[in-house]
């Protein structure tokens, strides 16, 4: 973003890149991830007020080893190494790394040797995260120790007259007591910012450009539900207002209601131009009896994008498309930082702007983290209830009714997933979560009610925490709200009989089932 102090993280492959980068944000500085060989030109472009060097998972000696560019360090650009990042600056400015006797992995004692800014606040001693193979044996020239920990004596290390600090552990993280601390001190001691950064600054920002980019031609954006959609809807009605038109589609494969709730909140909240295309028959012929996932999402991706053109084809010309793609979205796809491995094909409208012939894409979320996303939707006004609704599947329930998809099935799942909704609401645990839902299993168990033998379906309840959907723990829920989603949904949902907890992690499990 222009104008505004932007501190770069120059990625070196760490799974916290994001996270350094969030944490920058936090302590009020606006903030970017770029590939760790960006040129020192592309670099002092940005007019950046510092950079940090991520960790990495290599090691220096490699002979493929990621590098900097090597001018930053005689910048005079505050610079912050965090674990490889510090070993890649010490090593190539003339100190020794080598790998360290014992790996070092977990929580550490962090020990101050000396005064320094950047660990102002900071006590004497405390705890560290840190999780490295190689160590810094000796500084390179011009170097001063300023921490230790237990087993690695050159934690942290500065040279102040060419503004180069550099730490083996991981103040990102929050297992670092102090970390918080650590990156304030260096955002806004070392680099001075002054903390403008906010996503209700932002909005300024953003209305301007939307302005700027879209002029007085007309936008179009297909509306999931989903928190992205809906915040980037708000923001870009704020800019242009009726030259906005959401598409909203039903294709039956929503949460019970969910289609009415929401065509309330864009008219009603939003005073958004909807156009409303109940495809659910539609979608749910072309389903019927598919059991494969990967196939029921190829059907829900190519369903989409016909509906959806149909519907933008009836518009007058339209030469936006407007999408809620966000900055990890960016991220990954831009090919920084850590790739994950395709496990199961996201059906996004990532395809559209080719297959439909608009002109330009408006991402305005597209430098936001989801917890910013949320933090506008609240600015601009949206409901509480939008701002922390749960991320959503785009095949939706589709693959969660396991094996073959029917219309009644869809309907079941529907009704035990609206009590596990409802009471998850009620007891205060909806908002904690990461996700919760029900999933309807290909399988028959024998029962008894009443005095009678049932045979019916099983289904599973999920709840689990994350950060991201990259990893997820489940959630030890109170037994008793357990007992009272099971007891309802067998006793009010016809056709189920048995309810089963999912306590699997993922890895090694996904969070959803198909
Ligand atoms: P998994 O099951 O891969 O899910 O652990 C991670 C996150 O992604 C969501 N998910 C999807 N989202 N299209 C989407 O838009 C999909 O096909 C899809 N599959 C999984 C899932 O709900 C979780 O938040």
Redo the contacts with the bound molecule.
């Keep these: 973003m222009q104008n505004t102090e932007t501190i770069l993280v120059l990625d070196f492959g760490s799974q916290y890149t994001q996270l350094i980068a969030r944490r920058v944000r936090e302590t009020g500085v606006y903030s970017e991830i770029i590939d760790s060989a960006t040129p020192i030109d592309r670099i002092r472009s940005w007019n950046p007020s510092g950079l940090i060097l991520s960790g990495g998972p290599a090691s220096v000696h490699d002979t493929d080893a990621p590098k900097s560019a090597p001018e930053i360090f005689e910048s005079g650009i505050p610079v912050l190494a965090i674990c490889y990042g510090l070993q890649w600056m010490m090593y190539h400015l003339g100190g020794e790394v080598k790998p360290s006797g014992s790996r070092e992995y977990g929580r550490s004692c962090l020990k101050l040797t000396g005064e320094d800014p950047l660990f102002h606040d900071v006590p004497r001693e405390s705890h560290a995260w840190v999780s490295h193979a190689d160590e810094v044996i000796s500084p390179a020239p011009g170097f001063e120790v300023i921490a230790e920990s237990e087993s690695v004596p050159n934690t942290a290390l500065c040279d102040r007259s060419r503004k180069l600090w550099g730490v083996q552990f991981h103040p990102e993280v929050v297992h670092t007591d102090y970390g918080k601390q650590v990156m304030f001190n260096f955002t806004r001691r070392i680099c001075g910012c002054k903390g403008q950064w906010s996503p209700a600054a932002y909005i300024d920002y953003a209305v301007a450009d939307i302005r700027h980019q879209v002029g007085s031609d007309n936008v179009v954006l297909g509306l999931s539900g989903g928190v992205d959609s809906t915040v980037a809807a708000a923001l870009i009605h704020r800019a242009v207002g009726d030259q906005l038109t959401g598409i909203f589609v039903d294709n039956g494969l929503l949460r019970y209601k969910e289609a009415e709730r929401m065509l309330k909140v864009f008219r009603e909240n939003l005073n958004l131009k909807v156009e409303f295309v109940d495809a659910s028959e539609h979608f749910l012929s072309r389903l019927e009896g598919v059991a494969d996932p990967e196939e029921k999402?190829r059907i829900i991706g190519n369903e989409f994008v016909s509906v959806f053109q149909e519907a933008a084809q009836k518009m007058s010309r339209v030469r936006f498309l407007a999408q809620g793609t966000t900055y990890p979205d960016v991220i990954e796809s831009s090919g920084i930082g850590r790739h994950a491995q395709n496990?199961?094909?996201?059906?996004?409208v990532g395809g559209l702007p080719e297959q439909l012939g608009f002109d330009e894409l408006v991402e305005p979320l597209r430098m936001l983290f989801k917890d910013e996303v949320r933090e506008l939707g609240q600015e601009l006004g949206l409901p509480g209830e939008t701002v922390w609704r749960q991320?959503?599947?785009?095949?939706g329930l589709a693959?969660r009714v396991l094996g073959e998809l029917t219309k009644e099935r869809v309907q079941t799942l529907q009704q035990a997933d609206r009590i596990v909704m409802q009471e998850m609401k009620d007891s205060g645990w909806y908002e904690k979560v990461?996700?919760s839902f029900a999933v309807l299993l290909p399988v028959h168990t024998v029962g008894v009610m009443g005095d009678a033998r049932t045979y019916e379906n099983a289904v599973a309840i999920r709840v689990v925490k994350s950060m991201d959907?990259m990893t997820?723990d489940w959630v030890q829920l109170p037994h008793d709200l357990l007992g009272r989603i099971s007891t309802r949904i067998i006793n009010e949902v016809p056709g189920i009989n048995r309810a089963v907890y999912d306590i699997t992690s993922?890895p090694p499990g996904?969070?959803?089932w198909e």
């Design positions: 999402r496990i199961k094909s996201h059906h996004n991320p959503f599947p785009g095949p693959v990461w996700q959907g997820a993922k996904t969070i959803e």
